[in-house]
């Protein structure tokens, strides 16, 4: 009785064996997040233009005369003083005039004591041709002298006080004459001044078109100097933002090489409007900063109104090359969107595409989270 039985089971016992083992599947853990639900708000509508860095004040340096350079004392970069020289011209026909009209001035004063000395000995004689008149009078009127020892006398008197109007007359126009000289002594040193260039306030030297022995022209340019610290960013903008954008009005500055934005004003705006482009110069202050050069680049973003953003924290924005993503905690998963973004500001980043108003974006995203994966928020 016990043989068979005992084969019974060893049968019941083979057939559990030749069945597959049943698979139990153990569910994951949720991962806890913490979510920001989207909501549209209220962004400063802005308009971007693209400008240069320009020197607020600028000289380009030229001589007034022809001449040959003979020294050039400065080169581009280097930093000058005012007053400094800097270019000296070869001009010995401006010296020549100079001198002659020094010495026309020393022959003009020269003459001057001759003239003092004719109005002094004019004057003398008139002083004596007086008195002799006035006791010839007093004779006359006494009967003692005929009419025509009077009518001598009285002669003699004007003869002296017309010699003496002479001798000062003489001597207003040697006076004249000397003023005269000084004036073309003063021109002659002023036009040998010309030969020499100094800066005419203290900057950096930003070009250098000049070399020793070129032919300096009236007008052409030699030397290019900037004032350090005093910059601006130049930018043309859209006729039609004329209305929006005034002088004074605050903006934002954008120099990608120097990597800083900062926050400035608008110092001018230029009313007149291009034909050829149809845009306005906006000139924006920008403050003193090492490293700042004329002809850098510049964005410079004016608040032209307000508009209704949808935004979303930076923080929720994973970055990958290119290709922009975000993670949305629906129904305990978190599911992966892929989502275009605008402009940004520190407290988020404004959304384009991808994402709508009311759902739940999981911020900050943590390592390692899949898209699908089970979620559990957490405020």
């Not at 209220?42 to 693209?50: G, L, Q, R, T």
Request: hydrophobic share 45%.
């Amino acid at each position: 009785m016990k043989a068979p039985l005992v084969l019974f089971a060893a049968i019941l016992w083979l057939a559990g064996c030749g069945e597959p083992p049943r698979r139990v599947e153990a569910e994951g853990a949720a991962v806890p997040v913490k979510t920001v639900t989207l909501a549209v708000e209220s962004w400063p509508d802005e308009y971007e233009a693209m400008g240069t860095v320009r020197a607020r004040t600028a000289a380009s340096l030229s001589s007034k005369v022809m001449g040959y350079v003979r020294e050039v004392h400065a080169s581009a970069g280097d930093h000058v003083n005012a007053g400094q020289l800097l270019v000296t011209l070869d001009a010995a026909d401006l010296e020549a005039n100079y001198r002659r009209a020094d010495a026309g001035r020393e022959e003009a004063r020269n003459a001057l004591p001759e003239a003092e000395n004719g109005v002094a000995a004019a004057k003398a004689n008139l002083e004596l041709a007086r008195v002799t008149f006035k006791r010839m009078s007093d004779l006359f009127a006494s009967k003692s002298i005929s009419n025509q020892e009077y009518d001598e006398a009285a002669a003699r008197l004007k003869a002296a006080e017309a010699q003496y109007a002479m001798a000062e007359s003489k001597r207003a126009q040697l006076n004249a004459r000397i003023a005269q000289a000084e004036q073309e002594r003063r021109a002659a040193e002023i036009h040998r001044g010309y030969a020499e260039l100094r800066a005419p306030f203290a900057g950096v030297v930003t070009a250098k078109s000049v070399e020793p022995g070129n032919l300096a022209t009236p007008g052409a340019p030699l030397l290019t100097i900037e004032r350090e610290g005093a910059y601006r960013l130049e930018v043309p903008v859209e006729e039609s933002r004329l209305a929006v954008i005034r002088s004074g009005s605050k903006v934002a500055v954008t120099l990608d090489a120097l990597d800083r934005t900062l926050e400035t004003k608008i110092g001018e705006v230029v009313p007149a409007v291009d034909a050829s482009s149809r845009t306005y110069l906006v000139k924006v202050d920008l403050p003193a900063m090492p490293q700042l050069r004329s002809g850098l680049f510049g964005r410079a973003r004016f608040a032209v109104g307000s508009r209704p953003v949808l935004t979303v924290p930076v923080s929720a924005v994973i970055e990958r090359g290119q290709l922009q993503s975000a993670y949305v905690a629906e129904n305990g998963a978190a599911h992966l969107r892929i989502v275009t973004t605008g402009r940004k500001r520190a407290d988020g980043a404004e959304v384009l595409s991808g994402l709508a108003a009311g759902e739940q974006v999981i911020t900050p995203v943590p390592a390692g989270l899949a898209d699908g994966a089970k979620v559990e928020i957490r405020q």
